[in-house]
């Protein structure tokens, strides 16, 4: 029995350590000298639903210490100091706020990191998030790992990576307009830049809640559940933004829930990024009482001086707007509730909405940018060749956000997007739409692909008894190509090569195999063509067997002393000799066509007996023929 308690009381002891409570942390560093660095953690956890045992088990946390190739240097675990309550909501007129409870704990400790090539990366990791964190998947079996890195000194000099002015807010109220400063101060004055970004996760979080040791990196991030995504976290309209001067955050959540939201600083010195603080967070959307809510909407991006603005303020008896033209000599403020404002011009301008009940009044600040001159340029039409990949679109996107429509879609990589690669299958024109707020400019491109389809390859052939003799040409009826170069190939390997349109001549052996291969262009663009020539045999074929006799007395019929069934004018490739009975050459034929009982001079020969020799390459034959005459 005293061990079943036991072994139930580790149980539960294990569950509590695991339970979720993760709210969220950043990591932040100090340069000393001397190699030294202040090491400030803060973790947020939750401390009205979370374990006490869970809390409890995080007085150290531990931190990993790696180098440019992810392997582990150090890790220390530093003990927390008091605790701290969060308690920012930054609204008005309030009637009520939901109980929520979070805790930040810091931990502090000073290490010595002397500069190494590639620097540091610094990394706390603890499982696990909340379980009712709606935006992203398996919260509740999903860690954290809150990191950020220390360059190489030699390339930017020593550093300290910013801090953020201000503790996040405890909650958020739902539908009700939030802006928050989000701003961070960096103690070497180098240029900051604000981003939201996908926070991290670490493998094994479910089984190993406090890593030891600590995982190395590269670090794998949260998985976003649909429709959330890094661009919008709490699927709101408009989403979640920050300003990446300023660094103020602003929302206005339209449902209840938590949501996981990560935030970072970077900083630049010289036009590089040399450090930054990420901080992950859980913002709890709440549903609370309001007297009074100040609210409007209106395009942050406009091309008309002229914005007709939209109130969404509840509970107010009375509207004071100030629209932030300091060009104006006259008012620039309006008590209607959902009034107009013509500007001067592009620029920038600050608004403010005031709503006042008898009791309270709340304020809601914004500002809207109008355009200078806007306009796409998709860049010029092109010429192409087919099967050409290529991207298109305008260069530079410009200063503002902005979205892109590209249509039709056929042959794009992407619609969406400001240069999609495009491998047209023939010409065509696309149209591309790009937004920007409320304004919407739209281009083409026209794409003509080359027309390869006049070309016409052609080839003759003349072959004689010891060559062949190939005329090649390119029928180009338009007189559209140029530079044509031509290989020839054959059999045993000759290789020739000829920088001409229509080259006239080449010689091969009988029987070999001829390839041809060519390249030629137009308008740019390199055609090639192949081929494969067979030049004829070298063929005799004998009657077999041969005659012995023939009778050249004009009666039409065995007028010749014919020696091969081979068709008269098809090529012979044999030389007929005809000798007297005495051994002299009388007749000799090149193209051993026949005899016709004639020696070389014309002269009709006399009845009697002959001697015949056929020559070929590689074949010899002799025999005795007789020539009779007419009576």
């Keep these: ?336 509730a959902a009034p107009s404002y013509t500007y001067p011009g592009p620029g920038e301008y600050f608004i403010t909405l005031i709503a006042v009940d008898s009791n309270c009044s709340d304020t809601f600040e914004t500002s809207i940018i109008i355009l200078p001159d806007f306009f796409l340029n998709a860049e010029l039409d092109t010429v192409v060749c087919p099967g050409a990949s290529f991207s298109i679109g305008e260069p530079n996107a410009g200063p503002y956000p902005c979205t892109y429509s590209w249509s039709p879609p056929p042959w794009l990589s992407a619609t969406n997007v400001q240069n999609p690669i495009t491998t047209p299958g023939n010409d065509i024109v696309y149209i591309v739409d790009k937004t920007v707020g409320n304004c919407t400019e739209s281009d083409t491109v026209t794409i003509t692909v080359v027309d390869l389809s006049p070309t016409i390859f052609d080839y003759t052939m003349s072959p004689t008894c010891e060559n062949v003799l190939a005329n090649v040409q390119v029928v180009d009826s338009l007189s559209q190509f140029s530079n044509f170069l031509w290989t020839f190939s054959d059999d045993p390997i000759n290789i020739d090569t000829i920088l001409n349109q229509n080259p006239t001549s080449y010689v091969t052996n009988l029987g070999d195999t001829l390839n041809i291969y060519i390249e030629y262009y137009q308008s740019g663009c390199m055609l090639t063509y192949n081929t494969v020539l067979y030049s004829p045999q070298n063929t005799i074929n004998f009657i077999d067997p041969l005659p012995n006799v023939f009778t050249p007395n004009a009666d039409g019929q065995n007028e010749c002393f014919e020696v091969s069934l081979l068709p008269a004018g098809e090529l012979r490739c044999f030389k007929l000799y005809i000798y007297n009975r005495w051994g002299v050459e009388i007749y000799q034929d090149p193209d051993g066509v026949c005899w016709n009982g004639k020696d070389m001079n014309g002269a009709s020969m006399v009845e009697g007996v002959y001697y015949y020799v056929i020559e070929s390459e590689g074949f010899n034959r002799g025999g005795f023929l007789h020539l009779f005459l007419p009576n």
Excluded at 82 to 93: A, F, K, M, R, W
Excluded at 132 to 143: D, F, K, Q, V, W
Excluded at 322 to 329: C, H, L, N, S
């Design 1 to 336: 029995m005293r061990k079943l308690l036991f072994l139930l009381c580790t149980l539960l002891s294990f569950s509590s350590v695991r339970a979720t409570h993760i709210v969220g942390g950043e990591l932040n560093y100090q340069y000393l000298g001397n190699d030294l660095y202040r090491l400030e953690l803060h973790v947020y956890f939750d401390c009205l639903t979370g374990s006490p045992a869970a809390i409890l088990a995080d007085s150290l946390s531990r931190i990993g210490i790696f180098d440019q190739n992810d392997a582990m240097i150090t890790q220390i675990d530093i003990s927390y100091g008091n605790p701290s309550y969060l308690g920012g909501v930054n609204y008005q007129c309030l009637a009520n706020f939901p109980n929520l409870c979070v805790m930040k704990r810091t931990y502090i400790d000073t290490v010595s990191l002397p500069n190494i090539a590639g620097g540091y990366t610094l990394a706390f990791q603890r499982c696990c998030r909340n379980n009712s964190i709606i935006n992203i998947n398996a919260p509740g079996s999903e860690g954290a790992t809150f990191w950020t890195t220390i360059r190489d000194t030699t390339i930017q000099g020593t550093n300290s990576n910013p801090v953020f002015n201000n503790l996040p807010p405890i909650g958020l109220c739902v539908n009700a307009p939030f802006i928050w400063d989000h701003s961070a101060t960096d103690i070497d004055g180098d240029s900051l830049v604000y981003e939201l970004f996908q926070p991290y996760s670490y493998a094994g979080a479910s089984g190993n809640v406090q890593p030891n040791p600590v995982v190395n990196p590269p670090f794998t991030n949260v998985t976003w559940i649909g429709p959330y995504t890094t661009a919008n976290m709490m699927n709101t309209t408009p989403a979640l933004a920050i300003n990446p001067q300023t660094g103020s955050l602003s929302v206005t959540p339209n449902a209840l829930g938590q949501y996981v939201v990560g935030i970072i600083v970077k900083e630049y010195r010289n036009g590089f990024q040399i450090g930054e603080t990420r901080r992950d967070y859980q913002f709890n959307v709440v549903q609370c009482d309001f007297t009074v809510v100040s609210a409007f909407t209106a395009p942050v991006y406009n091309c008309s001086n002229t914005i007709n603005f939209q109130n969404n303020s509840s509970g107010a008896d009375y509207y004071l707007w100030e629209f932030g033209d300091t060009t104006t000599a006259g008012p620039d403020t309006s008590s209607d």
